[in-house]
């Protein structure tokens, strides 16, 4: 990944309900998307509000045990902490502008430096592979200095085989969704008139089996296998991931086939064997669980929403999804900024974005496979209004003269 063109990812600490969203909005608004929040564990980065109780007891423990993550520290007081970049609030767009470039900077040193080393072990791996066997007995010392560099090499080319569960976003724009998504025939998803049937349920396509699959090993926390009359899908939950050997076109045509009842009688879900969870496997076919789940849902959509979402009702989003592993769909960053602010109905996000209804049905579909969105049904959530949108200012400079010349007339 390009760190110089991809926006940083960064976790919240120390930071309320309130207080994260803010930071959420602050970053993809003034900051200009430099940064985006995520969950702790995929993140690059960490932002620490150091004033609250439980931001003071995670710098101890962050100090304590060294955390490698960088780490950005905001505060009322002038504060010094060797290796971490201070902010003293209220918090300048500068500040954290230089501040997130500081991280970027310090991830691809780290990155380069990584890479070196993984380059000379390779080298280094395959010169000794080279060499003759010796029949005299090896120096002990210069065993010990090799076993690490070894064992280094093993552990971290295993993983980064994981291409597909490491990949960069793929993002699709206007241009290529229609042809990557596909369409319902006899259906116009953005036609007001016709959202009332531009839904669709889960349970009648692959989708729906994966998430039923998903949950069953994920409450057993037991790796399982789905078996579909096709090549079968194994999951890993304690490792969050997938493995499937089907080309990625196959499946996406695959997901978006309805799944009638002949096909449906032959899917199973069954614990995987001690032999199978022993077999090699091509390190490039596993994919994380929410990534695979979120782009099948995309695939089900072709552009509708979930039949269990009331598109009369306002949907709230729970927290910023993570865009740096998911397929991105046409203004989704827009979408998620906006349902960030407060629950509004999937219309209303269409009509204030000025975007076509089906980009704002297909993030609902995925976001809620995700068990990101929900219905509005807290008092938090119907307590305020979400604020208006201003008009943007390019394309309102015509409409304001009319206005003001129709208002003379009057």
Same mark, same amino acid.
């Given at each position: 990944?390009?760190?110089?063109?991809?926006?940083?990812?960064?976790?919240?600490? #120390?930071?309320?309900?309130?207080?994260?969203?803010?930071?959420?909005?602050?970053?993809? #608004?003034?900051?200009?998307?430099?940064?985006?929040?995520?969950?702790?564990?995929?993140? &690059?980065?960490?932002?620490?509000?150091?004033? %609250?109780?439980?931001?003071?007891?995670?710098?101890?423990?962050?100090?304590?045990?060294?955390?490698?993550?960088?780490?950005?520290?905001?505060?009322?007081?002038?504060?010094?902490?060797?290796?971490?970049?201070?902010?003293?609030?209220?918090? *300048?767009?500068?500040?954290? =502008?230089?501040?997130?470039?500081?991280? /970027?900077?310090?991830?691809?040193?780290?990155?380069?430096?990584?890479?070196?080393?993984?380059?000379?072990?390779?080298?280094?791996?395959?010169?000794?592979?080279?060499?003759?066997?010796?029949?005299? /007995?090896?120096?002990?010392?210069?065993?010990?200095?090799?076993?690490?560099?070894?064992?280094?090499?093993?552990?971290?080319?295993?993983? +980064?085989?994981?291409? %597909? /569960?490491? +990949?960069?976003?793929?993002?699709?724009?206007?241009?290529?969704?229609?042809?990557?998504?596909?369409?319902?025939?006899?259906?116009?998803?953005?036609?007001?008139?016709?959202?009332? !049937?531009?839904?669709?349920?889960?349970?009648?396509?692959?989708?729906?089996?994966?998430?039923?699959?998903?949950?069953? %090993?994920?409450? *057993?926390?037991?790796?399982?296998?789905?078996?579909? #009359?096709?090549?079968?899908?194994?999951?890993?939950?304690?490792?969050?991931?997938?493995?499937?050997?089907? &080309?990625?076109?196959?499946?996406?045509?695959?997901?978006?086939?309805?799944?009638?009842?002949? =096909?449906?009688?032959?899917?199973?879900?069954?614990?995987?064997?001690?032999?199978?969870?022993? +077999?090699?496997?091509?390190?490039? !076919?596993?994919? %994380?669980?929410?990534?695979?789940?979120?782009?099948?849902?995309?695939?089900?959509? /072709?552009?509708?929403?979930?039949?269990?979402?009331?598109?009369?009702?306002?949907?709230?989003?729970?927290?910023?999804?993570?865009?740096?592993?998911?397929?991105?769909?046409?203004?989704?960053?827009?979408?998620?900024?906006?349902? @960030?602010? #407060?629950?509004?109905?999937?219309?209303?996000?269409?009509?204030?974005?000025? @975007? !076509?209804?089906?980009?704002?049905? @297909?993030?609902?579909?995925?976001?809620?496979?995700?068990?990101?969105?929900?219905?509005?049904?807290?008092?938090? &959530?119907?307590?305020?209004?979400?604020?208006?949108?201003?008009?943007?200012?390019?394309?309102?400079?015509?409409?304001?003269? @009319?206005?003001?010349?129709?208002?003379?007339?009057?």
């Amino acid at each position: 990944m390009d760190r110089k063109s991809s926006p940083l990812t960064v976790a919240l600490q #120390g930071m309320d309900a309130r207080s994260s969203k803010m930071m959420a909005m602050y970053l993809q #608004g003034p900051c200009k998307g430099e940064a985006v929040v995520i969950s702790d564990g995929y993140a &690059d980065a960490l932002i620490l509000d150091a004033d %609250s109780m439980s931001g003071q007891a995670f710098l101890k423990t962050f100090l304590a045990e060294g955390v490698e993550k960088p780490l950005i520290l905001i505060s009322l007081h002038e504060t010094h902490v060797e290796n971490v970049i201070c902010i003293k609030k209220p918090v *300048k767009t500068d500040d954290m =502008l230089m501040a997130l470039s500081q991280i /970027k900077s310090r991830l691809t040193q780290r990155k380069q430096h990584e890479d070196r080393i993984s380059k000379a072990a390779i080298e280094e791996y395959r010169v000794e592979s080279e060499e003759n066997f010796v029949t005299t /007995k090896p120096n002990v010392a210069e065993v010990i200095e090799e076993k690490p560099v070894l064992k280094s090499y093993v552990i971290r080319t295993d993983e +980064q085989l994981k291409t %597909s /569960k490491h +990949q960069a976003a793929m993002q699709l724009n206007e241009k290529a969704f229609g042809a990557f998504i596909g369409n319902v025939p006899g259906l116009d998803v953005n036609d007001p008139r016709q959202f009332a !049937k531009a839904n669709y349920n889960a349970k009648h396509y692959f989708q729906g089996y994966v998430e039923s699959a998903f949950n069953v %090993s994920r409450t *057993k926390v037991q790796a399982r296998q789905l078996n579909s #009359g096709w090549n079968p899908l194994l999951i890993f939950p304690e490792a969050n991931e997938i493995w499937i050997d089907v &080309d990625e076109n196959q499946l996406r045509a695959f997901a978006g086939l309805l799944i009638n009842s002949t =096909l449906g009688a032959s899917m199973s879900v069954t614990p995987l064997s001690q032999e199978l969870l022993d +077999q090699e496997r091509i390190l490039e !076919k596993y994919q %994380s669980m929410d990534a695979f789940l979120w782009k099948v849902a995309c695939w089900a959509s /072709k552009g509708r929403y979930p039949h269990q979402l009331d598109i009369r009702q306002p949907i709230y989003l729970k927290h910023w999804p993570n865009f740096t592993r998911l397929l991105v769909t046409p203004h989704a960053l827009r979408i998620s900024a906006l349902m @960030i602010k #407060g629950p509004r109905t999937l219309p209303n996000i269409a009509e204030v974005l000025n @975007i !076509k209804p089906q980009y704002v049905f @297909i993030f609902a579909s995925a976001a809620y496979a995700l068990g990101l969105v929900g219905h509005a049904k807290r008092d938090a &959530d119907v307590l305020f209004q979400p604020p208006e949108i201003k008009p943007n200012k390019n394309q309102s400079i015509l409409g304001r003269i @009319i206005s003001t010349l129709l208002g003379k007339k009057a």
